[in-house]
């Protein structure tokens, strides 16, 4: 399959090198992202290690229904990313940026689900400090895990949510040669979904039933 | 007889008009601030690390002056522990991460692998606002208020305890670290993807293999170190208990985290300087290095490894005597590529026709300085030793001869060797000379007393001694004079040299290089012919002939 | 669009969205199983198994360059060095 023609940036001289080059980056990049998360899962995984009783008492509060639908929710958002990817390439303009605003669309739908179960979570006293529910060792811990896990989640979701919007940004007779800027896009996008399927299993998943 | 010449003008730099180079092209603050070429980035970087050089050097003479009197008359303790961490601060992160890579790897990299620019020019100058922007709120957490936990923000006194702007440093150095990850991803791409014609790995410069690994440590390391830091500030921010035994935490987790990224970092700092000294030795020596593919092997090795020995600085933190079996032991590892590559230094030397320049003084005094250091590590990576001699003056000692002895004259071996190429201008070489002479003696001075102090027992970080100290502290302080001064005098020689220094010709060194075989300084588009290598690196004499035998010929890597 | 463009830009993203969908249904009802066995491993094994889909097939890695598959691999290997000295330290004190 040839490629299509390509906006080419400074320096490459052929589409296909670009295209080699920003997703070799883009995967270093997404590497760094492995080791990021991965210190995080370490601190995960030695407050389970060490204080697994509290610790599994403390996450059986997380909201199942709140984390399943969300993890629906963003795993069909990557569907439509991976769509909307590999339709800019073929040059099928309308379908990638119905797919692309699908995206954005749900992404936002995950953020305002968050948004309902950090309220309910609140509720439920399970914000580490002086009013957190439960005084047994590594409950909170499980907590602190959370809070931290799922708002740096969030945020490089909310990155994500504007990198993809680009893509919108870009006229229509201009997108079928910003191809290589969609692979990127939906790189990264699907960086943010396979740090929440991981997380999935970490948060809502412990201690059942 | 000679014509008399009219006067002519000339631009800033007493450029010649009509004569063009990366300098020349835009000339205007934006031209600048918004460019995407490589050689400028790097010159705004340097503007950056020098500044933040002579701070770290202001925090460090105040350390000396302070440390003259046992008594601590100057400083209180509170204002003490303010002031070495200012120094740690700035000197890792804001100086020896960054000084090589940055400067000489932007400038030099693609050059001497025959590229037009890297890999992602714009994401270049990017990483370079990023550095700016951690520098500045580094900067001001450091200077309005001060952080007073060491550059090693161990927890729980970070986290729980500490009345210091913890949490505007470590969102100034985590802003800083993805500057380290940008160009660490650049590097490695353009070393995989912008090799010239011809340019096979095997025959790529060790500057170039230098840059290829410690890319490789700030890609996979400094990820790391900025989620370590995201920890200890939403635990001292927002109360979420990490760290914190009381909930549970573990203190020594946090020092697992941040070594993970610091041990790496060191070998940053330093395989840099090796890829300079490589350079440098083989063109002043006019002989090949010795062991090209060791001193491959040797920098990959220091690369993986470096990421498997980050316990020996937790030795007596309490950790288990099995994990500092394994930690120890893998330290002892990780000697042996530094060694070959001194060995392999020192063969590239022998029946060489040694020019004693400024840049092989410099490079000379790396090999000797680093050695020691070295040489003292593995004293500190013997568990029964290390527990007498950890976090007293030994260890100080160690890593200044590595990083200050090692990385900084590798810096100043690079700056000198390159500064024809990158401004066009020849600096005074006796002045060079000079200084980096005065350099060695006064670092020797400075530190190696140093060692002695730590073996007799006094701690680091410490500013009330023992009488029986003083003695060693105070030649230590009046070796650090001598040494502020070798520091100093480059400044003026230097910037001298940029307005009335003597013009530069393409290769002033002799060099085999392809940066070499462009102008000083080079075009924007740095070549002004395609690159089309044919030959090994380091040419200097022709195979199966001893130097005494052939005239100063050498093969290039161009046709 | 011709048939053989909508499996690639449609149906093979679709299969495995599908797939995705499946596992996750799988890991919610396992966790619930009242004495199922080793429920860590298995939660965990099946957000691996998804995260490989992922992977594979929307990121394409079975598709590219080597050099691409080799650099995916880089971080979760080194990773595993900062996982596996950790816990040798705390597996033995």
Redesign the interface.
């Known amino acids: 399959m040839t490629q299509p023609p390509a906006i080419l940036n400074e320096p490459w001289r052929t589409p296909e090198r670009q295209q080699v080059a920003m997703q070799f980056g883009i995967w270093l990049f997404l590497a760094t992202e492995a080791l990021f998360f991965g210190g995080l899962f370490l601190f995960y995984a030695v407050s389970r290690f060490t204080d697994s009783a509290g610790f599994e008492i403390g996450a059986r509060e997380a909201d199942i229904w709140f984390g399943t639908a969300n993890t629906a929710v963003l795993m069909t958002s990557s569907l439509t990313m991976a769509i909307g990817e590999r339709a800019t390439k073929e040059g099928l303009v309308p379908l990638a940026r119905l797919m692309v605003m699908a995206t954005l669309a749900l992404g936002a739908t995950f953020l305002v689900v968050k948004g309902f179960e950090y309220r309910s979570d609140i509720e439920k006293h399970l914000v580490p400090g002086p009013a957190f529910k439960y005084a047994i060792r590594g409950a909170a811990q499980f907590w602190a895990f959370y809070w931290t896990a799922t708002v740096v989640h969030a945020i490089h979701l909310t990155v994500g949510l504007g990198i993809v919007s680009r893509l919108l940004f870009i006229s229509k007779e201009d997108l079928p040669e910003r191809w290589t800027t969609a692979i990127g896009t939906a790189l990264y996008w699907h960086l943010v979904d396979i740090v929440w399927v991981i997380l999935y299993p970490l948060l809502y998943l412990v201690g059942r039933p | 007889m000679t014509v008399a010449q009219p006067p002519h003008e000339t631009t800033l730099l007493g450029r010649d008009l009509g004569e063009e180079s990366y300098l020349t092209d835009g000339t205007t603050l934006m031209s600048w601030l918004g460019t995407?070429d490589h050689k400028r980035i790097a010159i705004l970087y340097a503007v950056g690390i020098t500044f933040f050089f002579f701070l770290g050097g202001a925090a460090a003479t105040l350390i000396r002056l302070e440390l003259i009197s046992p008594a601590g008359r100057m400083l209180t303790n509170d204002e003490y522990n303010r002031t070495f961490t200012l120094h740690g601060i700035i000197m890792v992160w804001f100086f020896l991460v960054p000084s090589i890579p940055t400067t000489m790897g932007n400038f030099v990299l693609p050059m001497c692998i025959g590229?037009?620019?890297?890999?992602?020019?714009?994401?270049n100058l990017f990483s370079w606002y990023l550095f700016v922007v951690g520098g500045l709120l580094t900067f001001f957490a450091l200077l309005f208020g001060g952080v007073d936990t060491g550059w090693t923000f161990y927890t729980p006194f970070s986290t729980n305890y500490s009345n210091s702007n913890v949490l505007l440093a470590a969102a100034g150095i985590f802003v800083t670290g993805f500057s380290s990850?940008a160009t660490?991803?650049?590097f490695?791409?353009t070393i995989?993807?912008?090799r010239a014609k011809g340019m096979t790995w095997m025959r790529l410069p060790l500057f170039a293999w230098a840059m290829y690994a410690v890319s490789l440590v700030m890609?996979?390391?400094?990820?790391?170190l900025?989620?370590?830091l995201?920890?200890v500030f939403?635990?001292r921010a927002?109360?979420?208990?990490?760290f914190d035994p009381r909930?549970?935490?573990?203190p020594?987790?946090f020092q697992?985290?941040f070594w993970?990224y610091s041990h790496p970092a060191v070998y940053i700092m330093v395989l840099p300087a090796m890829g300079v000294v490589s350079e440098v030795i083989a063109c002043e020596a006019r002989r090949r290095v010795f062991g090209y593919e060791f001193m491959v092997y040797a920098m990959l090795m220091i690369a993986v490894v470096g990421?498997?020995v980050?316990?020996h600085h937790m030795f007596v933190s309490?950790?288990?005597?099995?994990?500092n079996l394994?930690?120890s032991f893998l330290s002892f590892v990780i000697a042996v590529p530094s060694a070959i590559k001194v060995f392999n230094w020192t063969g590239t030397l022998y029946r060489g026709q040694i020019r004693f320049s400024a840049p092989m003084l410099y490079a000379l005094g790396f090999v000797g300085l680093f050695t020691i250091g070295g040489l003292t590590g593995l004293f500190l990576a013997s568990v029964p030793l290390d527990i007498d001699l950890t976090d007293t003056y030994f260890v100080v000692a160690h890593f200044h001869y590595i990083m200050v002895g090692g990385s900084v004259s590798a810096f100043f071996a690079g700056l000198h060797f390159w500064w024809p190429k990158i401004t066009g201008r020849l600096y005074p070489e006796r002045f060079a000379q000079f200084a980096a002479i005065t350099m060695f003696f006064g670092f020797n001075f400075t530190f190696f007393p140093q060692f002695i102090l730590g073996i007799e027992g006094m701690p680091r970080r410490y500013h009330l001694y023992p009488q029986q100290f003083q003695a060693l502290n105070v030649t230590s302080s009046l070796g650090a004079v001598v040494l502020a001064f070798a520091y100093l005098f480059p400044l003026f020689y230097l910037a001298w040299s940029l307005f009335r220094g003597e013009r530069a010709p393409n290769n002033p060194w002799d060099a085999t290089g392809l940066e070499w075989q462009t102008r000083s300084p080079p075009p924007t588009r740095n070549f002004d012919f395609d690159p089309d290598v044919r030959a090994a690196p380091y040419g200097y004499h022709p195979e199966h002939n001893a130097p005494h035998e052939v005239s100063q010929t050498h093969e290039p890597q161009t046709p | 669009m011709k048939p053989e463009t909508r499996r690639r830009v449609i149906l093979a993203p679709l299969a495995t969205w599908a797939g995705l969908m499946v596992l996750l249904a799988v890991t919610a009802l396992y966790a619930y199983l009242p004495s199922a066995p080793i429920k860590p491993e298995v939660s965990l094994a099946i957000g691996i198994a998804k995260a490989l889909l992922i992977a594979l097939f929307f990121m394409q890695l079975r598709k590219n360059a080597s050099l691409i598959r080799l650099a995916s691999m880089a971080g979760l290997v080194w990773a595993s060095f900062l996982f596996m000295l950790t816990f040798a330290d705390l597996l033995t004190r």
Request: proline share 5%; glycine share 10%.
């Open positions: 995407t590229a037009r620019e890297v890999a992602f020019p714009r994401i990850i660490g991803i650049n490695i791409t995989h993807m912008l890609v996979l390391a400094t990820p790391v900025a989620i370590t995201l920890l939403v635990e927002f109360g979420l208990p990490i909930f549970g935490g573990d020594i987790l697992h985290l993970f990421f498997m980050w316990g309490g950790e288990s005597q099995f994990a394994v930690f």
